[in-house]
């Protein structure tokens, strides 16, 4: 085995969503960061890949994120000056379906108790308003203006991009092996070499078993598919809302980002795998069944038949929260930043930020608590 080399400074071991994110965060701070990938970042083996993901501030998921979300937005923004390019599309956010449904209610909860500015829109006004998503008796729409989409593989190398421009190292298609903290330091093996650095940050996303085997996090299947529209005036990207239905037909839904394909994600079931590599590269045949349902029942601008189908993954903890801090009993020196179950890319720059945070002083101001490691799980 070759000679460990000396390389002082924090390791991120994965520069995919969260793990470019800290990187950048770490090198804007001008502290010396060297990431690795077993790809490049941007690629779409993991949790990044599909074009699109949702943003949203009035949040299903736990009113405890609001502040984090609109952190969020302001270190979104400062990517996007950083790349000069538009990343966030805040063309708002819509979550449509049984007035009484707990996830309706969970958003309008959440609204009141931020004093967030949702609308809540009912018969011929939401009609006009999202003609997208016509709605049945007894359905609602709330609308989140403080919400849309974002553009996840460029959104990635940006992060990267200005992690590198700001003196960080990344070792593309280089893949860590194993990493062995001791009172000093840590020390890294990948397939190519073994160097040694003061503290590493882990952020494997789907990959985290592979790498630390009684790591809690699942890798599951997260299925996209794309239709067409019969009206190309409907869905358009510079206006028509991301959407979150509920109800007999869940799904998340985006505008035509790409001018052409309306994306539909079905939620219920997330089959679990291996690991990204085994994910299957079609949907099952049922899987198409109720989506061919769905779409025929509650979004009659598109043609049922999905054009195109692809397989994505993201690591999912048992609790719906990610793992975000030091490892137990490994000195501070072993951090992760995984487990983000399906909803982290919209967070992954406060991710970042509190990593680089939590690594170099052992603190952060940022309310993440509720995402420590050490939590019962
Ligand atoms: C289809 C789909 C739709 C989603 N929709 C939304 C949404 O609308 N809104 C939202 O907020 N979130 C959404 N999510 C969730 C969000 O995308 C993920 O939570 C987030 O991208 C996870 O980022 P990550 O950094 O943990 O993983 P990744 O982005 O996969 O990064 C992990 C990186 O680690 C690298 N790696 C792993 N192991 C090693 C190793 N041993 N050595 C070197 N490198 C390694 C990988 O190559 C990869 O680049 C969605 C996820 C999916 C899959």
New binding site residues.
Partial sequence: MSQPRLAPGIAV???????AMTLWRLAARGVPATG????APG?D????G?ES??FRTAYKEGAEYVPLLQAARGLWHELEEAAGARLLHLVGGATVGPADHPTVRAVLDCAERYDLPVELLTGAEARRRVPEHPLGDGEVLVLDPDAGFLT?EPAVQAAAAAAERAGATIRRYE??LDVEPDGDGVTIRTDRATDRFDAVVL?????AR??LGDLPVQPRT?T?TWFTRHDPSLFDAKRCPIAVRVGPHAF?CFPAVDGRGVKV?PHGEFPPVDAPEALPRSAAPELVDRLRTAVSAVLPGLVPDPIRIAT????FTPDGHGLLGPLPGLGGRVHVA?G?????????PVFGDAAADLVLTGSTPRPVDHLSPARPL
């Fill in positions: 071991v994965g520069t995919g969503t969260v793990g690795f990938d077993t790809y690629h083996r993991g949790a990044a599909g993901r949702i996840p893949r860590v952020a494997p996303g789907p990959w592979t790498l997260i996209s998340s994600n994505y993954c993201d690591g995984t983000f179950s399906g909803h982290g890319f919209k967070l992954a």
